[in-house]
């Protein structure tokens, strides 16, 4: 009615008040929008990545490089500490290797006698279906993403 009185009418905002208004969706991109502009193509670097991950591209690297190395019997002083050092490293990465495998067959060992104490049906329900599983494919990893859904029917406890 009257625009003019806009003057007599502030807004004010105390605290928790106001605009609540956010993006709440993650950013799963920190990693690769990092990458400056002039070291490459951010986008590309991602897919690349989604083929084989830096660890991965290094330990490969590193693989071929210590097997041309021992071939060449040339080597300068430097560049033979630098080859003992990359050895070191390469056997410190596979001791964590090792490790995280370890501690990872215990929880999965820990997880299957904690489910066979309380819910023994399910605990045999489940050694079937993996028994079928890793007969059926022993290719690593992946075999385990071909388990179907838990079948949740109703069971007669």
């Not at 991602?46 to 190395?69: C, N, P």
């Not at 690593?140 to 071909?146: A, D, W």
């Amino acid at each position: 009615m009257f625009p003019w009185l806009w003057i007599w009418a502030p807004q004010l905002h105390y605290p928790w008040s106001g605009s609540v208004a956010q993006r709440i969706e993650p950013d799963t991109n920190w990693f690769f929008d990092a990458i400056p502009a002039q070291a490459g193509n951010g986008g590309i670097e991602k897919k690349a990545f989604e083929v084989a991950s830096y660890g991965r591209q290094l330990g490969l690297i590193t693989e071929v490089l210590i097997d041309l190395a021992k071939a060449d019997t040339t080597l300068s002083a430097e560049a033979t500490t630098s080859l003992e050092r990359l050895k070191s490293i390469r056997s410190e990465i596979e001791k964590i290797k090792v490790t995280d495998t370890d501690s990872l067959v215990r929880e999965i060992e820990n997880a299957f006698g904690r489910l066979q104490s309380s819910n023994p049906s399910e605990f045999a329900r489940l050694r079937q279906r993996l028994g079928q599983t890793l007969t059926e494919t022993v290719a690593g990893p992946q075999s385990l993403k071909k388990l179907p859904g838990p079948s949740r029917a109703a069971s007669p406890d």
